[in-house]
T-cell receptor, first 118, second 113 residues
Framework: GAVVSQHPSWVICKSGTSVKIECRSLDFQATTMFWYRQFPKQSLMLMATSNEGSKATYEQGVEKDKFLINHASLTLSTLTVTSAHPEDSSFYIC??????????????FGNGTRLTVT | DQQVKQNSPSLSVQEGRISILNCDYTNSMFDYFLWYKKYPAEGPTFLISISSIKDKNEDGRFTVFLNKSAKHLSLHIVPSQPGDSAVYFCAASARSGNTPLVFGKGTRLSVIA
Protein backbone atom coordinates (compact mmCIF):
# COMPACT_ATOMS: atom_id res chain seq x y z
CA GLY A 1 0.00 0.00 0.00
CA ALA A 2 0.89 3.65 -0.13
CA VAL A 3 3.65 4.59 2.27
CA VAL A 4 4.69 7.96 3.58
CA SER A 5 8.09 8.20 5.22
CA GLN A 6 8.95 10.96 7.67
CA HIS A 7 12.39 11.75 9.02
CA PRO A 8 13.64 12.23 11.67
CA SER A 9 11.30 10.46 14.07
CA TRP A 10 12.51 12.54 16.96
CA VAL A 11 14.82 15.49 17.43
CA ILE A 12 16.03 17.59 20.33
CA CYS A 13 17.38 21.01 19.57
CA LYS A 14 18.41 24.14 21.40
CA SER A 15 16.29 27.24 21.44
CA GLY A 16 17.10 29.50 18.49
CA THR A 17 18.22 26.78 16.12
CA SER A 18 16.36 25.49 13.07
CA VAL A 19 15.12 21.99 12.42
CA LYS A 20 14.19 20.41 9.08
CA ILE A 21 11.68 17.59 8.82
CA GLU A 22 11.38 15.56 5.62
CA CYS A 23 8.28 13.84 4.29
CA ARG A 24 8.50 11.45 1.36
CA SER A 25 5.88 9.50 -0.52
CA LEU A 26 7.68 6.25 -1.21
CA ASP A 27 5.66 4.54 -3.90
CA PHE A 28 3.45 7.22 -5.34
CA GLN A 29 3.58 10.81 -6.45
CA ALA A 30 1.95 13.39 -4.24
CA THR A 31 1.29 16.80 -5.73
CA THR A 32 -0.17 17.85 -2.40
CA MET A 33 1.02 17.03 1.10
CA PHE A 34 -0.41 18.22 4.39
CA TRP A 35 1.45 19.09 7.57
CA TYR A 36 -0.28 18.54 10.90
CA ARG A 37 0.71 19.27 14.44
CA GLN A 38 -0.53 17.47 17.52
CA PHE A 39 -0.30 18.62 21.12
CA PRO A 40 -0.75 16.06 23.90
CA LYS A 41 -4.32 14.83 24.18
CA GLN A 42 -5.38 17.15 21.38
CA SER A 43 -6.53 16.66 17.85
CA LEU A 44 -4.34 16.82 14.80
CA MET A 45 -4.34 20.43 13.71
CA LEU A 46 -3.66 21.26 10.09
CA MET A 47 -0.77 23.69 9.77
CA ALA A 48 -0.36 24.01 6.03
CA THR A 49 -0.97 22.47 2.66
CA SER A 50 2.16 21.88 0.64
CA ASN A 51 1.84 22.10 -3.14
CA GLU A 52 4.50 20.80 -5.48
CA GLY A 53 6.12 23.60 -7.41
CA SER A 54 4.24 26.42 -5.72
CA LYS A 55 3.89 28.17 -2.41
CA ALA A 56 2.35 26.42 0.54
CA THR A 57 -1.02 27.46 1.90
CA TYR A 58 -0.95 28.15 5.62
CA GLU A 59 -3.82 27.87 8.06
CA GLN A 60 -4.85 30.88 10.08
CA GLY A 61 -2.54 31.49 12.98
CA VAL A 62 0.40 29.56 11.53
CA GLU A 63 3.45 31.77 10.87
CA LYS A 64 4.72 31.07 7.39
CA ASP A 65 8.09 32.66 8.15
CA LYS A 66 8.56 30.38 11.11
CA PHE A 67 7.37 27.16 9.51
CA LEU A 68 9.00 27.07 6.09
CA ILE A 69 7.61 24.52 3.69
CA ASN A 70 9.29 23.41 0.50
CA HIS A 71 7.71 20.93 -1.91
CA ALA A 72 10.39 20.68 -4.55
CA SER A 73 9.42 17.35 -6.06
CA LEU A 74 6.42 15.07 -6.37
CA THR A 75 7.75 12.81 -3.64
CA LEU A 76 9.31 15.19 -1.12
CA SER A 77 8.06 17.97 1.10
CA THR A 78 10.09 19.54 3.90
CA LEU A 79 9.05 21.53 6.94
CA THR A 80 11.68 23.72 8.57
CA VAL A 81 10.99 25.10 12.02
CA THR A 82 13.13 28.24 12.13
CA SER A 83 14.47 29.79 15.32
CA ALA A 84 12.74 27.15 17.37
CA HIS A 85 11.44 27.95 20.85
CA PRO A 86 10.26 25.62 23.61
CA GLU A 87 6.63 26.32 22.70
CA ASP A 88 7.32 24.78 19.29
CA SER A 89 7.87 21.44 20.99
CA SER A 90 5.22 19.17 19.55
CA PHE A 91 4.50 16.15 17.39
CA TYR A 92 4.60 17.06 13.69
CA ILE A 93 3.01 14.73 11.18
CA CYS A 94 2.95 14.91 7.41
CA UNK A 95 0.44 13.24 5.15
CA UNK A 96 -0.30 12.71 1.51
CA UNK A 97 -3.32 11.50 -0.35
CA UNK A 98 -2.86 8.00 -1.76
CA UNK A 99 -2.41 6.98 -5.38
CA UNK A 100 -6.11 7.03 -6.23
CA UNK A 101 -7.14 10.41 -7.57
CA UNK A 102 -9.73 12.65 -6.04
CA UNK A 103 -10.73 13.33 -2.47
CA UNK A 104 -11.95 9.73 -2.01
CA UNK A 105 -8.42 8.53 -1.59
CA UNK A 106 -7.57 8.37 2.11
CA UNK A 107 -4.71 10.33 3.55
CA UNK A 108 -1.66 8.32 4.47
CA PHE A 109 0.46 9.59 7.30
CA GLY A 110 4.10 9.51 8.15
CA ASN A 111 5.10 8.26 11.57
CA GLY A 112 5.56 11.78 12.81
CA THR A 113 8.44 13.73 14.30
CA ARG A 114 8.66 14.46 18.00
CA LEU A 115 10.37 17.84 18.36
CA THR A 116 11.68 18.93 21.74
CA VAL A 117 13.20 22.39 22.01
CA THR A 118 15.28 22.98 25.11
CA ASP B 1 -15.43 25.96 16.92
CA GLN B 2 -14.90 22.24 16.52
CA GLN B 3 -16.38 20.87 13.34
CA VAL B 4 -15.68 17.27 14.27
CA LYS B 5 -16.35 16.18 17.83
CA GLN B 6 -15.50 13.03 19.70
CA ASN B 7 -17.08 13.61 23.06
CA SER B 8 -15.66 10.54 24.78
CA PRO B 9 -11.95 10.96 25.47
CA SER B 10 -11.64 7.35 26.57
CA LEU B 11 -13.43 4.01 26.45
CA SER B 12 -12.73 0.68 28.15
CA VAL B 13 -14.11 -2.57 26.78
CA GLN B 14 -13.59 -6.20 27.65
CA GLU B 15 -11.95 -8.44 25.13
CA GLY B 16 -14.51 -10.12 22.89
CA ARG B 17 -17.14 -7.44 23.44
CA ILE B 18 -18.19 -4.72 21.04
CA SER B 19 -16.46 -1.33 21.05
CA ILE B 20 -18.52 1.61 19.84
CA LEU B 21 -16.77 4.89 19.17
CA ASN B 22 -18.87 7.92 18.37
CA CYS B 23 -18.29 11.05 16.33
CA ASP B 24 -20.44 14.10 15.59
CA TYR B 25 -19.90 16.79 12.98
CA THR B 26 -21.39 20.20 12.38
CA ASN B 27 -20.39 21.09 8.83
CA SER B 28 -23.13 19.99 6.42
CA MET B 29 -20.62 20.21 3.55
CA PHE B 30 -18.77 17.17 4.87
CA ASP B 31 -19.53 14.14 2.78
CA TYR B 32 -16.56 11.85 3.30
CA PHE B 33 -15.66 10.40 6.67
CA LEU B 34 -12.75 8.33 7.86
CA TRP B 35 -11.51 6.62 10.97
CA TYR B 36 -7.84 6.48 11.85
CA LYS B 37 -6.08 4.48 14.51
CA LYS B 38 -3.02 5.84 16.25
CA TYR B 39 -0.45 4.26 18.53
CA PRO B 40 1.82 6.44 20.70
CA ALA B 41 4.70 8.12 18.85
CA GLU B 42 3.38 6.92 15.49
CA GLY B 43 1.41 8.54 12.72
CA PRO B 44 -2.28 7.71 12.27
CA THR B 45 -3.15 4.63 10.24
CA PHE B 46 -6.17 4.64 7.97
CA LEU B 47 -8.82 2.18 9.16
CA ILE B 48 -12.08 2.59 7.28
CA SER B 49 -14.05 5.27 5.44
CA ILE B 50 -17.58 6.01 4.33
CA SER B 51 -19.05 8.45 1.86
CA SER B 52 -22.34 10.22 2.35
CA ILE B 53 -24.11 8.11 -0.25
CA LYS B 54 -23.90 5.16 2.13
CA ASP B 55 -25.07 4.61 5.68
CA LYS B 56 -22.88 1.63 6.45
CA ASN B 57 -19.50 0.27 5.44
CA GLU B 58 -18.02 -2.92 6.76
CA ASP B 59 -14.48 -4.27 6.68
CA GLY B 60 -13.84 -7.36 8.75
CA ARG B 61 -14.31 -6.58 12.42
CA PHE B 62 -14.80 -2.88 11.70
CA THR B 63 -18.09 -1.28 10.68
CA VAL B 64 -18.78 2.41 10.28
CA PHE B 65 -22.32 3.73 10.44
CA LEU B 66 -23.36 7.14 9.15
CA ASN B 67 -26.50 9.02 10.14
CA LYS B 68 -26.54 12.11 7.96
CA SER B 69 -29.68 13.63 9.45
CA ALA B 70 -28.13 13.49 12.90
CA LYS B 71 -24.64 14.37 11.60
CA HIS B 72 -23.35 11.41 13.51
CA LEU B 73 -21.14 8.48 12.73
CA SER B 74 -19.89 5.58 14.76
CA LEU B 75 -17.23 2.92 14.51
CA HIS B 76 -18.07 -0.56 15.75
CA ILE B 77 -15.33 -3.07 16.48
CA VAL B 78 -16.48 -6.59 17.15
CA PRO B 79 -15.08 -8.63 18.67
CA SER B 80 -12.66 -6.26 20.37
CA GLN B 81 -9.10 -7.47 20.81
CA PRO B 82 -6.29 -6.19 23.07
CA GLY B 83 -4.36 -5.11 19.96
CA ASP B 84 -7.18 -2.70 19.19
CA SER B 85 -6.11 -0.57 22.15
CA ALA B 86 -5.13 2.77 20.61
CA VAL B 87 -6.43 6.28 20.03
CA TYR B 88 -9.09 6.44 17.33
CA PHE B 89 -9.58 9.64 15.35
CA CYS B 90 -12.67 10.50 13.39
CA ALA B 91 -12.01 12.73 10.36
CA ALA B 92 -14.15 14.42 7.74
CA SER B 93 -13.78 16.33 4.52
CA ALA B 94 -15.87 17.95 1.81
CA ARG B 95 -15.59 16.39 -1.61
CA SER B 96 -14.34 19.48 -3.35
CA GLY B 97 -10.94 18.61 -4.70
CA ASN B 98 -7.80 17.88 -2.79
CA THR B 99 -9.06 19.11 0.56
CA PRO B 100 -7.45 18.30 3.89
CA LEU B 101 -9.16 16.42 6.64
CA VAL B 102 -10.65 17.86 9.81
CA PHE B 103 -10.01 15.66 12.81
CA GLY B 104 -11.76 15.09 16.09
CA LYS B 105 -9.76 15.01 19.32
CA GLY B 106 -9.69 11.25 19.42
CA THR B 107 -10.97 8.54 21.74
CA ARG B 108 -8.55 6.31 23.61
CA LEU B 109 -9.80 2.74 23.48
CA SER B 110 -8.54 0.24 26.01
CA VAL B 111 -9.45 -3.39 25.43
CA ILE B 112 -9.03 -5.37 28.61
CA ALA B 113 -8.14 -9.03 28.41
Amino acid sequence: GAVVSQHPSWVICKSGTSVKIECRSLDFQATTMFWYRQFPKQSLMLMATSNEGSKATYEQGVEKDKFLINHASLTLSTLTVTSAHPEDSSFYICSARGPRTGSDSPLHFGNGTRLTVT
Amino acid sequence: DQQVKQNSPSLSVQEGRISILNCDYTNSMFDYFLWYKKYPAEGPTFLISISSIKDKNEDGRFTVFLNKSAKHLSLHIVPSQPGDSAVYFCAASARSGNTPLVFGKGTRLSVIA
